[in-house]
């Protein structure tokens, strides 16, 4: 169990899904090691409003994360030029977070900050829609490194009119006393309803929010911390069943000595997959993702990762709001769906049983 502070402070969470597909990636570039039949990431894009209502009925809205722009093809060459040179890549906004928020009736007026949870193209948006009254957050190092974006700073991955005529905050982790679950922590509002987490590793500034939902439940935007849920479970601490009821799914149950069999860990209490090569730090990367599963593995916390298109179809999205998760049992209705990405090696395993080579 993670320990968070008490606080009887919450917010409201809304899962935005801004339409936008993410597919045809090599596996290999997320994930390691290889499972046969898991050849390519599929994937879809969350953001996350978070509305903070004061004693005196102030609300006060955040966004976490962008998603991706409409016109992703206009951003710095440096990015569109490397995402265009992965092979098969499929990267297709449908419109800006901003339309999104507006037909569901919120006020772009109304967003006081955007927070990046880190620089890529599919998280950092359009800024550029939202007035200057809303700040950009970064995590640490993005102004040092990238200020002022391109054109002005050629190689940088973000725009100048990302950064315009607006106030950029950097968030600094170095004088916090404040860890939560093992990573260092920013209390946003100061009530302890909404935090900002460091989470180093994938790349320069990634930092993850952890929303109060209720006073004794969570939510945990864990960005791209891990892009595949097998990257953060099973663990020893929140194991395989011994059967798992998983739609689509053959066998259904799914016995979990059939999994132990055909994940490279070779048993039921150990993640089936790790961090691909992509991540700018590993060792960063993989003491982050160590830190999340523990949040994963507390029944109380609710992850959702930027790019996870296995909770689509069980949580509800923008603009219903996402708090009541554990009682609508989310968490569970949704922990082992990603086992769906490796029907092919089950079938190689149940084949091999069945002819005694296993």
Request: net charge negative; glycine share 8%.
């Amino acid at each position: 169990m993670v320990i968070i502070p008490k606080s009887l402070n919450t917010v409201d969470v809304s899962i935005i899904d801004t339409g936008c597909r993410i597919g045809g990636i090599p596996a290999a570039i997320f994930t390691n090691p290889q499972i046969p039949g898991f050849t390519t990431f599929e994937g879809i894009s969350y953001v996350f409003l978070v509305s903070h209502t004061d004693s005196e009925g102030k609300v006060r809205r955040v966004l976490f994360d962008l998603g991706t722009r409409k016109d992703w093809e206009n951003m710095s060459p440096h990015v569109v030029q490397g995402t265009k040179a992965v092979e098969g890549a499929i990267l297709e906004p449908v419109e800006n977070v901003v339309d999104i928020l507006e037909r569901g009736g919120i006020d772009k007026k109304s967003i006081e900050a955007f927070i990046w949870s880190h620089a890529h193209v599919d998280h950092v948006g359009d800024p550029s829609t939202f007035p200057p009254s809303a700040s950009l957050i970064v995590g640490p190092g993005i102004k040092d490194e990238y200020f002022p974006g391109y054109p002005t700073k050629p190689d940088a991955p973000v725009l100048e009119s990302d950064f315009a005529n607006r106030e950029v905050r950097q968030l600094d982790y170095s004088g916090t006393h404040l860890s939560i679950g093992g990573l260092p922590a920013l209390d946003y509002f100061g009530d302890g309803s909404f935090y900002l987490l460091d989470a180093p590793g994938h790349a320069l500034g990634h930092v993850v929010g952890l929303a109060r939902t209720t006073p004794d439940t969570f939510m945990l935007f864990t960005g791209d911390v891990y892009h595949h849920a097998g990257q953060v479970r099973p663990t020893a601490n929140a194991p395989l069943p011994d059967q798992i009821h998983v739609p689509n799914l053959i066998p259904n149950p799914l016995p979990a000595k059939l999994v132990a069999k055909m994940s490279p860990a070779r048993c039921c209490s150990a993640p089936i997959l790790q961090p691909g090569n992509v991540s700018s730090d590993m060792n960063a990367a993989l003491h982050t993702i160590d830190a999340i599963r523990g949040f994963d593995d507390d029944e109380n916390v609710f992850l959702v990762a930027a790019h996870d298109r296995t909770v689509s179809g069980v949580v509800q999205t923008f603009p219903l709001l996402a708090n009541q998760w554990k009682e609508k049992n989310w968490k569970e209705r949704t922990k082992w769906l990603f086992l769906q990405d490796f029907q092919k090696a089950l079938d190689i395993v149940v084949s091999a049983i069945s002819r005694g080579q296993m």
